[in-house]
């Protein structure tokens, strides 16, 4: 044997000793690392885990792997273990939390995912949605570890909603007090109804029942979210009529916007009679009824014992907003909403005196049906008078400023009713301006 050929057997034997002992030097730091976290104190681990998460913050799988000397499925399971006895007191959650999160969301790093999940990680993530006595930044904490469950792909978001996932999720978006929270609960929500077949009805159903919550953004969001899953369920499901003709009551103008605009792609749908017919009959709320036809002293005790609530006026005055850009939008959509009388009760709440919104909105709305169907223009006249009817004609945004008592009796009591045959598409011809 050479000489040249014996040096590089030499340095082959040495290379191969000296990569033993760096991993049995690796091995040992390991295990004295994970026999300190063992031993250590809930403030030491506390220390263990803020070292962690600055250190590996972004690191991918494989670079956890080097860090702990391919042991690092050790760490997480003594981390994941430390949370399933701790959470429900709160003790370091956030750390906890977090220092999973960079286990799950490493790159190439479903192996960690895996075994999170096999020891219950799902339903622990959902417990702590449930439990009052945590912090608000410690469920956000949790929400984000279910996106990346659920980002994981189809068999991942089916686990969460087998776990009754969406019945937790959506009520902490009802009860959360953070935007930042429950904008974090949205993209979760959003993610679970895509890609997700199997149970995307059941999220659908969860964001319709959240409409009705107190939460004004929990509203908002669920409104938005549910315009993107509609296309994706295809047939509208009939509990949204209801719910969202409620959310109409909000005082919240961004909370109305949402509402009328997932009402406009409902109407693509087999609820739009039912929606349509709804729109009209909120223009007269029940007690405007049941003041009509008594005398004035007994209407005046009426009005002052059985006020209708705020909610309801604010409601009504989103009716005919909504009915308003209705007939803007499509000229069937006006002949559908007329023919179900939609022209007698938007003057109906033009004689509304206790909301000038209800007045303002709905004198809108019905000059445009006015100039958009002569036969409606003659039934408003006839009923009116002239005057009046020039009146509103002149300047329909600013008619309430300006009627008298009289005229705004003449709105609230009249008994306009436009026969089929006369709002039939033959009658129904474009005035011109």
């Given at each position: 044997m050479s000489i040249k050929v014996k040096i590089h057997s030499l340095e082959r034997r040495t290379a191969v000793i000296m990569t033993s002992i760096k991993e049995q030097a690796a091995i040992s730091r390991l295990m004295g690392f994970l026999q300190e976290w063992d031993n250590a104190t809930k403030a030491a681990r506390s220390h263990i885990l803020d070292n962690f998460i600055k250190a590996n913050q972004g690191k991918t799988g494989p670079e956890l792997e080097l860090e702990f000397s391919q042991g690092a499925s050790l760490f997480l399971a003594r981390i994941t273990a430390w949370l399933r006895l701790t959470y429900m007191y709160g003790t370091y959650l956030d750390r906890q939390l977090k220092s999973i999160g960079i286990f799950l969301s490493a790159a190439s790093s479903l192996r960690y995912l895996i075994e999170f999940l096999e020891v219950g990680g799902v339903l622990t993530l959902l417990e702590i949605l449930g439990l009052n006595q945590l912090k608000e930044a410690d469920k956000r904490e949790s929400i984000k570890l279910l996106q990346l469950v659920a980002n994981a792909g189809r068999k991942y978001k089916e686990l969460i909603c087998e776990s009754y996932g969406v019945r937790a999720i959506a009520e902490f978006l009802a009860i959360s007090k953070s935007e930042e929270t429950q904008e974090q609960v949205q993209i979760l929500l959003d993610s679970l109804g895509h890609g997700n077949p199997k149970y995307q009805n059941q999220v659908y159903?969860?964001?319709?029942?959240?409409?009705?919550?107190?939460?004004?953004?929990?509203?908002?969001?669920?409104?938005?979210t549910l315009r993107t899953m509609q296309a994706i369920v295809g047939p509208a499901h009939p509990s949204i009529v209801k719910a969202v003709l409620g959310v109409l009551r909000s005082v919240h103008l961004e909370v109305q916007h949402e509402a009328i605009q997932l009402i406009q792609d409902l109407m693509a749908y087999e609820v739009r009679p039912a929606l349509l017919k709804g729109l009209v009959e909120l223009l007269k709320p029940p007690g405007m009824e049941a003041a009509k036809g008594k005398g004035k002293i007994l209407e005046e005790l009426v009005t002052h014992h059985l006020a209708e609530p705020l909610s309801v006026h604010v409601q009504q005055a989103a009716a005919a907003k909504t009915i308003g850009i209705l007939a803007k939008d499509s000229t069937k959509l006006a002949e559908e909403l007329i023919q179900l009388g939609a022209v007698h009760g938007l003057m109906c709440a033009m004689g509304n005196q206790d909301h000038t919104g209800s007045q303002r909105q709905a004198s809108i709305a019905l000059e445009h049906l006015v100039r958009m169907f002569p036969t409606v223009a003659e039934h408003v006249r006839?009923?009116?008078?002239?005057?009046?009817?020039?009146?509103?004609?002149?300047?329909?945004?600013?008619?309430?400023?300006?009627?008298?008592?009289?005229?705004?009796?003449?709105?609230a009591s009249n008994k306009v009713t436009i026969p089929e045959s006369e709002s039939s598409p033959e009658r129904m011809l474009h005035m011109e301006d």
């Open positions: 159903k969860g964001l319709v029942a959240l409409l009705p919550c107190t939460s004004p953004k929990a509203q908002q969001l669920s409104l938005q006839k009923a009116t008078g002239e005057r009046l009817f020039q009146l509103f004609m002149r300047d329909a945004k600013t008619l309430y400023m300006n009627m008298d008592v009289i005229q705004v009796e003449i709105l």
